[in-house]
């Protein structure tokens, strides 16, 4: 076993570390199991370095295995795509890759098996009248009236099923065990079903298809999982789990163990209603960076650093709560500033005229990457025309503003200290340019007589900048439950995203590479978008959690 020191503490793996030390394991075997019909999203990263990080801890091993028994609602693609996230948040899995297809033609002798021990039936029930037999939460179910067929005639009719000689939904293969228990999911479940659809592994070897929780359970013991960690909507169904596994012929019992799944406020983890966005057209793919998907938060700038961070810090229960955005978007800051380097971008440009500085001189300046870090130094071309963000100046201002105001002086970040002497309007009263001096003689050093400059305002070169389109995302709801809403496509928020097509970016932003993080000085995290080849870059997030006050205010 791994040191434990630094590992975190949680109820699974207190039970993990009670059956290592009473011998009945003598280790670890854990697996992350997805179905291949979406792409993964944030509460899959939560399994993820919950199975993946006992692995790595207590020295065991991890499996990915795709659960791919619902040939109709995936897709190879979903298979890459949750390949490649996996590994982009920095894990390994265990061998080779998994799929349930494997075993299919296992489960189809264990499913001949059961039907040998009067232990499962062919039903030719409709969907409606099978729902009207299954009874209520109140009420117990009724016997289907193939329930007592002997074992020889379904065996016969489970032949005819996989060889194609039903037709979709006419019959289904169920288990036989009590239409009468309190738990639902044991009132003689569906174990197999027709379908004639291809499958991404197995082609069209099958026309029959075992259930998930069919499949899932002995999937778990042919791989030799010792602990199958689930989330909380799957606790009745950890009955089915063990009556499968016992009343099978299998060497291996896994412990299934549920924990709470992941809700996050202002976002919606349903990957139905996931599909909904990308189809219905309210975001721009799966990979959107409004979406909760890791392929999301990867193209916005989120990094596997901080998304691990967010998992290990909501912690593993089995109490279900939702995580305040804030949590994870602190997370990201957190890793961002530490690790970005910075740089300066002016979104909403007003002209500033230097009038004092030399028209045709260009002069280099030296600025830091980092302020604390040594990430090294980058050159600021100084001209005699620059951009500042309209925001940062006023006519007129308290004291409070710290930036520009006509007729007192402010910072240029990296640069010289400059005064506002008067200013150019349109016939609309809007300010086109702002005419200023400049202090040669404040060069990285306050001013000489001895005079008082607070406030600093980012900046760029009129000349020497570059134009690129930049992001700002938002929250994708409008409300922090949007799961709730009758329609949840009724609370999306219109101002989710809102592009600046002509950004004023300094020069050595066009060097960015595909998801590099940087600070914009005073404004927020951005990243070079990694799916467009032009230059775009992605807001992350702002510097500040603007949203808490807004949700205190209200």
């Given at each position: 076993m791994a040191e434990t020191e630094n590992r975190p503490s949680n109820f699974i793996r207190n039970i993990i570390d009670a059956d290592l030390a009473s011998g009945k394991?003598?280790?670890?075997?854990?697996?992350?199991?997805?179905?291949?019909?979406?792409?993964?999203?944030?509460?899959?990263?939560?399994?993820?370095?919950?199975?993946?990080?006992?692995?790595?801890?207590?020295?065991?091993k991890c499996n990915l295995r795709f659960d791919d028994t619902n040939p109709e609602k995936e897709d190879i693609n979903y298979v890459k795509s949750i390949k490649e996230d996996v590994h982009w948040l920095g894990f390994e899995w265990d061998g080779e890759i998994c799929y349930s297809s494997n075993y299919f033609d296992k489960l189809y002798s264990y499913a001949v098996k059961l039907i040998e021990n009067g232990k499962a039936y062919v039903c030719f029930l409709s969907p409606d009248q099978a729902r009207e037999?299954?009874?209520?939460?109140?009420?117990?179910?009724?016997?289907?009236?193939?329930?007592?067929?002997?074992?020889?005639?379904?065996?016969?009719?489970?032949?005819?099923?996989k060889n194609g000689e039903f037709k979709e939904g006419e019959c289904v293969l169920r288990a036989k065990i009590d239409m009468?228990?309190?738990?639902?999911?044991?009132?003689?479940?569906?174990?197999?079903?027709?379908?004639?659809?291809?499958?991404?592994?197995?082609?069209?070897?099958w026309c029959i298809y075992p259930m998930y929780d069919f499949t899932h359970c002995i999937s778990d013991a042919l791989e030799g999982i010792t602990h199958s960690l689930c989330t909380l909507e799957f606790q009745d169904n950890r009955r089915l789990y063990d009556w499968v596994l016992d009343n099978i012929s299998i060497d291996c019992?896994?412990?299934?163990?549920?924990?709470?799944?992941?809700?996050?406020e202002y976002t919606v983890m349903s990957k139905r209603k996931l599909n909904d966005l990308v189809v219905n057209n309210h975001v721009e793919g799966w990979d959107d960076p409004r979406m909760p998907t890791i392929a999301g938060l990867r193209r916005r700038g989120y990094t596997p650093a901080a998304i691990r961070e967010f998992c290990k810090r909501i912690g593993v229960t089995k109490m279900d709560n939702m995580v305040e955005m804030g949590m994870l978007e602190a997370c990201i800051r957190d890793d961002l500033n530490e690790n970005a380097?910075?740089?300066?971008?002016?979104?909403?440009?007003?002209?500033?005229?230097?009038?004092?500085?030399?028209?045709?001189?260009?002069?280099m300046l030296q600025a830091p990457n980092h302020p604390t870090l040594d990430m090294g130094e980058r050159e600021l071309p100084f001209t005699r025309e620059i951009y500042i963000e309209k925001e940062d100046f006023r006519v007129e201002a308290n004291k409070k503003f710290k930036r520009l105001v006509l007729g007192k002086e402010v910072r240029l970040r990296n640069a010289y200290v400059i005064k506002a002497e008067r200013i150019e309007e349109d016939e609309n009263g809007n300010i086109t340019t702002i005419y200023c001096t400049y202090d040669s003689d404040t060069l990285g050093k306050n001013p000489a007589d001895g005079r008082k400059v607070k406030g600093v305002i980012h900046w760029v070169s009129a000349s020497h900048c570059i134009e690129?389109?930049?992001?700002?995302?938002?929250?994708?709801?409008?409300?922090?439950?949007?799961?709730?809403?009758?329609?949840?496509?009724?609370?999306?928020?219109?101002?989710?995203?809102?592009t600046i097509e002509h950004a004023k970016l300094e020069p050595a932003l066009a060097n960015a590479k595909p998801e590099q993080g940087y600070q914009f000085?005073?404004?927020?995290?951005?990243?070079?978008?990694?799916?467009?080849?032009?230059l775009v870059f992605n807001q992350t997030v702002g510097l500040r959690d603007s949203w808490a006050k807004i949700e205190q205010q209200g």
């Open positions: 394991h003598a280790s670890t075997h854990t697996r992350f199991p997805p179905e291949p019909n979406g792409f993964l999203h944030i509460g899959h990263a939560k399994s993820i370095c919950l199975n993946f990080g006992i692995a790595q801890d207590y020295q065991g037999y299954r009874g209520t939460l109140t009420e117990p179910g009724k016997d289907s009236p193939y329930r007592n067929t002997s074992p020889e005639e379904n065996l016969a009719l489970f032949e005819k099923m009468a228990s309190s738990f639902m999911v044991l009132r003689d479940p569906i174990i197999y079903r027709v379908r004639f659809a291809h499958h991404h592994q197995t082609g069209d070897k019992h896994p412990q299934q163990i549920e924990f709470s799944r992941l809700n996050l380097p910075r740089a300066m971008a002016v979104l909403d440009p007003v002209k500033v005229v230097i009038e004092n500085f030399d028209a045709d001189k260009v002069e690129a389109p930049v992001r700002q995302y938002d929250r994708l709801f409008t409300v922090p439950n949007p799961a709730a809403a009758e329609d949840f496509t009724e609370v999306l928020n219109p101002d989710s995203l809102v000085e005073r404004l927020g995290y951005f990243c070079r978008d990694n799916k467009s080849e032009a």
